[in-house]
């Protein structure tokens, strides 16, 4: 669990991601824009913006939590940064579910040969008559 002093920094953090976002996208060139802003300099400068953000966020936050926590993120990847005990509990998650499915499977296969059983029980027992004899009308 964070303690109350690094989640202030992080926020610190991200407040002068934003900032420095914002100064980059206002100092984009307007005379040279890219095909992807369509011609329109604002949305350019909304992508320069997100772009420095999220590089940012991408970068820079899981390199200064490695610092405060001691450790650094065993993946970086565009859903963010996974550390060591993050994959550690997944892993935990993933085998207590395999193990409730091997139960399940168990359960089934029990249930498979119990009915298997009774099928070959109903099949052996003789065959009842249910048919009316006839009957001589005949006085």
């Known amino acids: 669990m964070p303690s109350r002093i690094e989640r202030t920094l992080v926020r610190?953090?991200?407040?002068?991601?934003?900032?420095?976002?914002?100064?980059?996208?206002a100092l984009a060139p307007d005379h040279v824009l890219p095909a992807v802003a369509f011609g329109q300099s604002i949305l350019y400068r909304l992508e320069v913006a997100l772009l420095v953000f999220y590089g940012i966020l991408l970068l820079v936050t899981p390199a200064f939590l490695g610092l405060t926590r001691g450790r650094l993120p065993t993946e970086i990847s565009t859903r963010g940064a996974k550390f060591a005990e993050e994959t550690n509990r997944s892993t935990t998650l993933n085998e207590a579910k395999i193990e409730a499915l091997k139960h399940a499977t168990d359960d089934l296969i029990e249930g498979l040969r119990a009915a298997n059983f009774e099928i070959e029980r109903l099949k052996q027992m003789p065959a009842d008559d249910n048919?009316?004899?006839?009957?001589?009308?005949n006085p």
């Open 12 to 25: 610190i953090l991200l407040s002068i991601a934003i900032c420095v976002a914002l100064f980059i996208a």
């Open 131 to 137: 048919t009316q004899r006839e009957l001589d009308s």
